[in-house]
C-alpha cells in the first residue's frame, strides 16, 4: 500500500509544472494581486496541488496505451486495479477542488474559470468517459492546443479570485501564464512522436516536424517576454516587472544557437534548452519579487 501510494503521488506531480509540484504560480498571483495575504497563498498552494495532482493522473490513465506501446512501465500500465482506483482519484481531487474552490473564492467568477479548467482538462485526457463517444483532445494537434488556450487562463484567473476580484490585471497576468505555458505543449510532442505515431493519432510532434515545433515554442516565448514588457510599460503590472526581461538573453542565447545549427535537434541541444528553461523560471522569479517590493510600503526617511 505504501509503494503504490509513493507511487501515486509521484505520478501526480508529473510532469513538473509551475502550478504543481512548483507553485510559482501561486505565488505570482500572490504578489501581484496587491494583497499579499498569506492564508489565501496557503488556499492557492491548495487548489493548486489538489487540482493538478487530478489532472496529472487522470492524464496517466488514459493515457496507459502510449505507454505501453512507448516502453514504459509504471504502477498503472502494471496494475489494472491501481488504475481504477488512480481513476477515482481523479474524479475525487476534481470534486474536492470545486468544492475548496467555491467556498474560498472571493468573486464568483471563480467557479467559471474552474469549469473552464475542468472541462477542458478532463476531456483533453478522458478515453473512460465521454471519450467513449468523442475523439478525446488530445489526441488530435487542434483541440491539443485548444486544451491549453483555455486552461492555462482559467487556472490563472481561478486562483487570481482566491486573493481579489477579476482585474485587467488579472486578465495580463492570464495572458502572460498562456504564453509561458502554451510552448511545454509544443516541447514535451516532440518526445512523444513514435508512441503517437504508433497509435494512429494526429498530434502536434506527428502532423509537425520537432523543427517547427521548437521554433513555434522560441516564439511564443519570445510573445512572452514581449508582453511582459507591454504591461510593465503600460502600468497594468508594476514598472519593477520590466527586469525580468533580463532573462530575455537566455532565449536569445537559445534561439542563437539553433539559428547557428539550422535548427538541428541533437544531444547537444540540451544544454541551450535547459538555459532557456532556467531562465524562464528566473524572470518569474523577478515578476514575483517585482509584484512583492511594489505592494509593500516603502521605509520612509527623515532628515532633521
Request: net charge positive; proline share 4%.
Amino acid at each position: 500500500m505504501y509503494r503504490v501510494s509513493v507511487n501515486l503521488v509521484k505520478l501526480s506531480a508529473t510532469p513538473a509544472t509551475i502550478i504543481y509540484p512548483y507553485p510559482f504560480l501561486a505565488f505570482l498571483v500572490f504578489s501581484l494581486s496587491g494583497t499579499l495575504s498569506l492564508i489565501s497563498l496557503i488556499k492557492a498552494i491548495i487548489i493548486s496541488f489538489l487540482f493538478y495532482a487530478g489532472i496529472n493522473l487522470w492524464n496517466h490513465v488514459n493515457d496507459v496505451k502510449e505507454d505501453v506501446l512507448a516502453g514504459k512501465k509504471n504502477i498503472l500500465t502494471e496494475n489494472e486495479n491501481v488504475r481504477m482506483g488512480a481513476a477515482a482519484l481523479s474524479a475525487f481531487l476534481y470534486v474536492i477542488s470545486f468544492i475548496l474552490s467555491a467556498y474560498w473564492i472571493i468573486d464568483k467568477k471563480g467557479i467559471i474559470a474552474f469549469t473552464g479548467a475542468a472541462i477542458a482538462t478532463w476531456i483533453y485526457s478522458d478515453r473512460m468517459v465521454l471519450g467513449k463517444m468523442i475523439r478525446r483532445w488530445k489526441d488530435y494537434y487542434v483541440t491539443e492546443v485548444l486544451a491549453y488556450i483555455i486552461s492555462a487562463p482559467s487556472i490563472t484567473l481561478l486562483l487570481w479570485t482566491l486573493f481579489a476580484p477579476i482585474s485587467p490585471k488579472a486578465f495580463a497576468l492570464s495572458v502572460i501564464m498562456t504564453l509561458f505555458l502554451l510552448p511545454g505543449a509544443f516541447l514535451k510532442d516532440i518526445k512523444d512522436i513514435s508512441s503517437d505515431r504508433l497509435a494512429g493519432l494526429k498530434t502536434l510532434g506527428v502532423v509537425f516536424s520537432p523543427q517547427t515545433l521548437l521554433k513555434v515554442s522560441l516564439l511564443l516565448l519570445s510573445f512572452y517576454y514581449l508582453s511582459i514588457l507591454v504591461f510593465s510599460i503600460t502600468g497594468v503590472f508594476p514598472s519593477f516587472c520590466a527586469f525580468s526581461l533580463l532573462s530575455f538573453l537566455g532565449l536569445i542565447y537559445t534561439i542563437k544557437y539553433f539559428l547557428n545549427n539550422k535548427w538541428a535537434i541533437s544531444p547537444k541541444s540540451v544544454k541551450p534548452i535547459k538555459i532557456m528553461v532556467y531562465s524562464n523560471l528566473i524572470s518569474l522569479l523577478i515578476l514575483i519579487v517585482a509584484g512583492i517590493t511594489q505592494t509593500l510600503p516603502l521605509p520612509r526617511f527623515h532628515l532633521n
